[in-house]
């Protein structure tokens, strides 16, 4: 079974600095993608950014990239200028890319509570 | 085209009552999924179902049903709530098809169990 452990339980940053957020995740599966989701306080979970496992290419969206290392199985992401509506808890989650009865289960960690300060 | 949307938004049972919570799409979506979030533990996977027929346990599905009425229709039932039933409820879905696909969330149902 696959696993994924965020060790921080909160971060925080000041508006227009830079803050990584870590993940780390278990699998033995070779073909998978690995997410990074925001939940604001609405609850609503929103899709910030993803990486396939097969791209050696780091993923990017805007002020949003992560720092992907497939042997060591981390995937962190940096959030460049931070702006107060970056305030969330910030899930990483994994996915395998295999078909069958399992496809598109996703497993998450325990999340991080990111504030921003003015 | 509402995405996916569950209801009720709030609810709040005393123990051993039950009730079902329902989950619907538009996205001619052939998976569904129940997650529940708890503090200091994520999402986790209660059930799924992946396509019309079909349910599977996921990794915590002690004190839950579910019913895939129909390729649009995934509904959760607790059959006689209890306090550790407390949790706010994500129903989820995505289409099956090759290479990548977004999966979709709905806005989440908070439930108490006192």
């Known amino acids: 079974a696959q696993t994924v452990t965020q060790s921080q339980p909160e971060m925080s940053v000041q508006e227009a600095e830079t803050v990584t957020l870590s993940c780390t995740y278990d699998t033995s599966e070779s073909d998978y993608y690995l997410f990074w989701y925001k939940q604001p306080p609405s609850r609503q979970m929103i899709l910030v950014i993803r990486q396939e496992a097969y791209k050696q290419q780091n993923a990017t969206e805007n002020r949003f990239s992560v720092n992907f290392q497939k042997a060591a199985k981390s995937f962190s992401l940096k959030i460049s200028d931070s702006q107060l509506g970056d305030a969330a808890m910030y899930f990483c989650?994994?996915?395998?890319?295999?078909?069958?009865?399992?496809?598109?289960?996703?497993?998450f960690g325990q999340g991080t509570i990111l504030t921003v300060h003015p | 085209n509402a995405g996916v949307t569950q209801t009720p938004k709030f609810q709040v049972l005393k123990t051993g009552q039950s009730m079902t919570l329902q989950c619907a799409q538009d996205m001619n979506h052939n998976s569904m999924y129940w997650y529940r979030q708890d503090p200091g533990m994520g999402l986790r996977l209660i059930y799924y179902s992946a396509s019309e027929g079909t349910t599977d346990k996921g990794e915590v599905p002690n004190g839950y049903n579910v019913s895939r009425l129909n390729k649009r229709e995934f509904s959760l039932r607790l059959e006689s709530a209890a306090p550790s039933q407390t949790s706010v409820y994500f129903c989820?879905?995505?289409?099956?098809?090759?290479?990548?696909?977004?999966?979709?969330f709905g806005p989440g149902t908070r439930l108490t169990v006192l």
């Open positions: 989650a994994y996915r395998s890319a295999t078909g069958g009865t399992s496809y598109g289960k996703l497993t």
């Open positions: 989820a879905s995505i289409r099956r098809d090759r290479g990548y696909n977004e999966q979709f």
